[in-house]
Structures are given as structure tokens and as C-alpha cells.
């Protein structure tokens, strides 16, 4: 007789059925094992230099003709709300060679370049429809002509740089300013000016002295020596005792309010030789 077969299954088909009834084991024949024979099959084609070339190639291709489509291309600049020169130094600063794709343009760095140029205080570029590329601007406003030892410079009231100046006549509407680290203290100059309004047809402009304080400069010679802090003040006080007493219309040289409890006034040499003489004079009549 045949020997009956054992119905109990092999040592390897029942570690293989436990093996199977592991979710872990299952996962991996249903996600990592295609995973991991696609990615030998990707390294053995990536393995061969030529092919890798030839896929690079296509790929920068296909990038290229994506990139130079009709839709992408931009074609023109336009600088908005800005003068012909600040424009003109913006396309100076931009010498983009037009038409250029728009992936190959940073506008962020584009903006910077811009907004390097001085008589700029902001800028907005974008790529409007149509292909253009738009750049707004916010122009700098000059309220003053800052002298130096060697040039005319345009500030706004933040002090900062606007423009050179070739000659003080180009600009007659502006108030002057002089003296080193006068652009560092343009807000207060304009406040003083705004003060001294009542006179301002005698005012020839602000002197910075020392990088400390300032000095009100007036036709006929006269000066005004206002102190390191509380200018406008002291100022003030000037404006009213010329209102009131007609200071400055007086022979004087300079009112010194440098320290403001002890005010100085300072005559012109007529005026001294004028007191002189009377003095003599009267001296002179009294001994006769």
C-alpha cells in the first residue's frame, strides 16, 4: 500500500502563511517592492552618461520653448510717475536687452537696482498684460540746497541725497543750508525756517557750526547764533523781540542767543564808532 501524505503543510509554506498574515510584510509587497525594483531600474538607466546627457538636453529644451512662448515674452519697460530724467536713469540702471522672457527677469532685484538710484524714495515693478514691464516710482521731493566745501546737493526732508546742483540759482525756491552734518538735521533747519518767516526775505540761509548747532544767517551781515538744543525756541524769542522792537532792523552785527538766559547783542563797528563819538561829544559839551 502507498504511504498516506501528511496533510500538514511544509515547515517553509507555513512560515510563508505567517509571513503573509504580517501587515508589515504585506505593505511592502504592495508598496516598497515595486517601489524598490523601479528604482533599480532607474539607476541602471541613470548609470550611463550618454543617456543622462540626452535627458538633461530634452529636458533644458522643453524648458526653453516653454519659457519663449508668445504669453511669457516681455517686450517693453515702462517707467510710470517719474520725471524724464529720473526715468532716463532708470532705464540707464535697466539696460534690459527686450524681447526677454519673463522667467529669465528678478523683479525683486530689479526693484533694488532702482531703488538705488537717489532721487528714488520707493518702486513697484511688475509685468502687466500685453508684455510690458512696469515700473512705478516714487520720486524724492527736494525741500532744501545743502553747500558743502565742494558741491550743491538736492535733500529731502529726510536729509537724504536727490540730486546734485550745478549752480544755487537753478533752484531759487529752495532755502540753503551749509556746514558739515547739515543733512543730518534737515527737519529742524525747516522748522527753524518755518519760525523765522516773518523775515524770510532777509534769510540767506541756515550755517551748521561744529556739527552742534545752528547759526541763521541774514542779509546786511547779520546772524543769529541759536544754541545746541532748544533752537526753535531761542528763535522764537528773537522773532518776537524783532516784532515787538524792531531788532533786527537795527545797527547790529549778530544776536548771540547761544545761552539763552544771558542773550547778547552784538553791534556793527559804525554803531560802536557812532556810541564813541556821541559819548565824546557829550563829554565834551558837559566839560565846556
Request: hydrophobic share 45%; proline share 6%.
Amino acid at each position: 500500500m502507498r504511504p498516506m501524505r501528511d496533510p500538514a503543510p511544509s515547515r517553509l509554506a507555513y512560515r510563508m502563511n505567517r509571513l503573509m498574515l504580517t501587515p508589515m510584510f504585506r505593505r511592502f509587497l504592495r508598496y516598497g517592492l515595486p517601489v524598490l525594483v523601479i528604482a533599480t531600474a532607474g539607476l541602471w538607466w541613470a548609470s550611463d552618461e550618454a543617456r543622462r546627457q540626452d535627458a538633461a538636453d530634452r529636458v533644458a529644451e522643453l524648458k526653453r520653448q516653454v519659457e519663449e512662448r508668445p504669453e511669457f515674452m516681455v517686450r517693453m519697460m515702462a517707467v510710470e510717475q517719474a520725471s524724464a530724467e529720473v526715468a532716463s536713469e532708470v532705464r540707464a540702471v535697466l539696460p534690459l536687452d527686450f524681447p526677454v522672457s519673463s522667467f529669465d527677469l528678478d523683479l525683486d532685484e530689479l526693484r533694488g537696482r532702482v531703488e538705488e538710484i537717489d532721487a528714488v524714495a520707493a518702486a513697484s515693478v511688475r509685468i502687466r498684460q500685453g508684455g510690458v514691464l512696469e515700473i512705478e516710482i516714487e520720486e524724492r521731493r527736494p525741500v532744501v540746497v545743502w553747500r558743502t566745501p565742494d558741491t550743491l546737493e538736492l535733500l529731502d526732508e529726510t536729509g537724504h541725497r536727490v540730486a546734485p546742483l550745478a549752480l544755487r540759482t537753478d533752484r531759487p525756491d529752495l532755502p540753503l543750508i551749509a556746514g558739515e552734518g547739515a543733512n543730518a538735521h534737515v527737519a529742524e533747519a525747516l522748522s527753524l525756517l518755518s519760525v523765522a518767516e516773518p523775515v524770510h526775505e532777509r534769510v540767506r540761509g541756515l550755517l551748521r557750526v561744529g556739527e552742534r548747532r545752528w547759526d541763521v544767517v541774514l542779509d546786511r551781515d547779520q546772524r543769529i547764533l541759536l544754541p545746541e538744543t532748544g533752537a526753535v525756541t531761542a528763535l522764537q524769542k528773537v522773532m518776537a523781540l524783532d516784532k515787538a522792537q524792531d531788532l533786527l532792523a537795527r545797527d547790529i552785527a549778530a544776536v548771540d542767543f547761544r545761552n539763552p538766559k544771558r542773550p547778547v547783542i552784538r553791534l556793527t563797528p559804525s554803531a560802536i564808532e557812532t556810541i564813541y563819538d556821541t559819548y565824546w561829544t557829550s563829554s565834551g559839551e558837559e566839560t565846556r
